[in-house]
């Protein structure tokens, strides 16, 4: 089925560009990167095969190995951008084996899919953007002027001035009297989910709703900001055609969709019999024929997981990926090791990216009237701060970089309504006044950076 409205993917872009386009945003890494672009290249190379070929080719899932903070989740969640593909991430700690309360491990196949829908219903509404903001807007002015339009008064000068008023956002925050909707839910689902009872009780409460006050529609008092919201909501439902927008989605999940499993490194056994590492393998066993390829049941029909590119991640600090049961190390046969950061990699990182944690301090103090600017000597200096701070503590890779800005900068974050029209110069010695003391007592560091 061909896209609606896709955004630039990657089926046009070979490795080198992929491996560029994710230089922007993650610093380092070549090898993960390569690994990856190579991987995603595959399924662009596949879906342009005769299907007689294309059956007999899987994607070839990733396991990424390397310490926390050091790019693994941004890399997964910058393809899924640029594919423009559903992505998910999910922890594999939260899963438990068949038999136990918690969630089962084919509800991330299900957050896959609903995440693919989200994804094209949102496609779909844009395409008739202007035709949705136009019945948004009569149908809160309906609400904001019902007295007026029920007594027979010409109001359409006033209506246009409300009208002006909506659009500069001045009724936000005034409270409007919005029938409660009376739509009753029946997507539960009939089988394989855990949270079958929440849905039935939702839907039973639904239709509670809808034979409550002698049939009269229930009003509740909401401002206009989030009346605007739940409209939106509803008059896109009406201009997106349910069933295509299902069966694209559908598509997009199978085919395209990208499952990353964070931790996978939490439920490997560690070589003994113990009832932790008995619960762990069971996690593995399950995960294991989602990932092989099944038939997963969702309240939108099957989803079979078979082209479904896996990426699983882990610091393996405590186990080794020869720990995980053989059957599931053999369908991740991708194995990319992410290397620990330098000083020189931070300094990268608080330059080079589009999103880099410097730019948003600028920004977010820049709100408040105050231009802020970082010398390249303190940009050195809080670099070198950071991995000297890893090295004689834990070791939480580029995360490290935001506890150490945090405190670099909270009396000027505190304190910059007072400073408005100011431009204030974070140089080396800025730098060292206010972290030197923190950095050299050891026992200090370790509970504030």
């Not at 491996?19 to 610093?27: G, N, S």
């Amino acid at each position: 089925m061909e896209r609606l409205n896709a955004k630039k993917h990657l089926d046009d872009m070979v490795p080198s560009e992929i491996v560029k386009a994710l230089d922007e945003y993650v610093i380092g890494q070549d090898d993960a990167k390569r690994t990856i672009a190579v991987a995603i290249r595959n399924r662009v190379r596949r879906k342009r095969l005769p299907d007689a070929v294309k059956e007999e080719i899987t994607p070839k899932n990733i396991l990424m190995i390397g310490s926390t903070g050091v790019g693994k989740t941004e890399i997964a969640r910058r393809i899924a951008k640029l594919a423009d593909a559903p992505f998910i991430k999910v922890e594999a700690t939260k899963y438990t084996e068949v038999g136990y309360v918690g969630r089962d491990v084919e509800s991330m196949v299900r957050d896959l899919m609903a995440a693919s829908l989200q994804m094209v219903r949102e496609e779909m509404a844009s395409s008739k953007k202007d035709d949705v903001d136009r019945r948004v807007e009569e149908r809160l002015l309906d609400l904001l002027l019902p007295s007026l339009e029920s007594s027979g008064t010409d109001v359409s000068s006033t209506r246009e001035q409300f009208r002006e008023m909506l659009r500069k956002g001045v009724f936000d925050n005034k409270e409007v009297e919005m029938p409660q909707s009376q739509k009753p839910n029946f997507g539960f689902e009939l089988m394989g989910s855990s949270s079958n009872m929440e849905d039935l009780q939702q839907a039973l409460g639904s239709i509670g709703t809808m034979f409550s006050n002698q049939g009269k529609p229930k009003v509740r008092k909401i401002s206009v900001k989030r009346a605007r919201e739940i409209i939106e909501e509803e008059e896109m439902d009406k201009v997106v055609d349910p069933d295509k927008a299902v069966d694209e989605a559908k598509e997009r999940a199978e085919e395209m969709g990208i499952i990353f499993i964070d931790e996978i490194d939490k439920v490997a056994s560690r070589g003994n019999s113990s009832n932790s590492d008995v619960s762990r393998e069971g996690v593995q066993r399950d995960i294991l024929p989602i990932v092989e390829g099944t038939k997963v049941s969702t309240k939108w029909g099957v989803i079979d997981t078979t082209n479904i590119l896996f990426i699983a991640a882990g610091a393996f600090s405590f186990a080794k990926p020869s720990d995980l049961i053989p059957e599931l190390q053999g369908r991740f046969p991708l194995r990319v090791e992410l290397h620990d950061l330098t000083a020189e990699d931070f300094y990268r990182i608080l330059t080079e990216p589009q999103n880099a944690i410097t730019k948003q301090y600028i920004a977010l103090l820049s709100t408040e009237g105050v231009t802020v600017s970082f010398t390249d000597e303190a940009l050195h200096e809080i670099a070198s701060i950071a991995y000297d701070v890893n090295q004689s503590n834990d070791n939480i890779g580029a995360r490290r970089l935001y506890t150490v800005m945090e405190k670099l900068l909270e009396e000027l974050s505190f304190s910059a309504n007072e400073l408005s029209g100011q431009h204030v110069d974070i140089t080396k010695d800025y730098v060292r006044q206010r972290l030197c003391n923190i950095v050299e007592d050891q026992d200090l560091s370790r509970y504030i950076l």
